[in-house]
T-cell receptor, first 114, second 113 residues
Framework: RKEVEQDPGPFNVPEGATVAFNCTYS??????FFWYRQDCRKEPKLLMS???SGNEDGRFTAQLNRASQYISLLIRDSKLSDSATYLC???????????????FGKGTKLSVIP | DGGITQSPKYLFRKEGQNVTLSCEQN?????MYWYRQDPGQGLRLIYY???????QKGDIAEGYSVSREKKESFPLTVTSAQKNPTAFYLC????????????FGSGTQLSVL
């Protein structure tokens, strides 16, 4: 089983639509979760950290489901400028106890269409 | 302004040549990382360092080398042993380690001539 999995998309949605991405992770001991946005040939930029209680930042809402080991990102009222690849990042335990590594999903590509 | 600076933005390597990618940060972060990204792929960890004069291999360290002689600097050398070096290379840092968000440099695109 891959450690961090995302649907690669592409998701093509009209402006104003609501779109949701999921990301599953393999390690139940994971403690930190993030969503990054990456534009083509640019560096990833932090969109949101994901907290246990869920969190919202404007049109963006992130949720964590520890029981099912997934995180989600909801984008409401999509804008053309939301077109990008969205990367899920989870710290995954490896080798000895207490050893973690930030692990990236392959990303989900979103295209918002006029 | 504080941040991470990677140079050069574009780099070309000849067969059998070693090349070094620069990464400098003025965020006073202890931990620094090098990732490789291939088209349509996620980021894969090459090396990381959590403290000066110490570094660890990531998932794909073969054909690469690093040094961490100063807190601010974490250069990556792509050696001739790396047979498929064409990729987008990203340097990142965070204050103390893997439980915190990463700050990224703008990346270096390496291509083989």
């Amino acid at each position: 089983r891959k450690e961090v999995e995302q649907d690669p998309g592409p998701f093509n949605v009209p402006e104003g639509a609501t779109v949701a991405f999921n990301c599953t992770y393999s390690n139940s001991a994971s403690q930190s979760f993030f969503w990054y946005r990456q534009d083509c040939r640019k560096e990833p930029k932090l969109l949101m950290s994901v907290y246990s209680s869920g969190n919202e930042d404007g049109r963006f809402t992130a949720q964590l489901n520890r029981a099912s080991q997934y995180i989600s990102l909801l984008i409401r009222d999509s804008k053309l400028s939301d077109s990008a690849t969205y990367l899920c990042v989870v710290n995954i335990a490896y080798s000895g106890a207490g050893s973690y590594q930030l692990t990236f999903g392959k990303g989900t590509k979103l295209s918002v269409i006029p | 302004d504080g941040g991470i600076t990677q140079s050069p933005k574009y780099l070309f390597r000849k067969e059998g040549q070693n090349v070094t990618l620069s990464c400098e940060q003025n965020l006073n972060h202890d931990a620094m990382y090098w990732y490789r990204q291939d088209p349509g792929q996620g980021l894969r960890l090459i090396y990381y360092s959590q403290i000066v004069n110490d570094f660890q291999k990531g998932d794909i360290a073969e054909g690469y080398s690093v040094s961490r002689e100063k807190k601010e600097s974490f250069p990556l050398t792509v050696t001739s042993a790396q047979k498929n070096p064409t990729a987008f290379y990203l340097c990142a840092s965070n204050p103390t380690g893997v439980h915190e968000k990463l700050f990224f440099g703008s990346g270096t695109q390496l291509s083989v001539l």
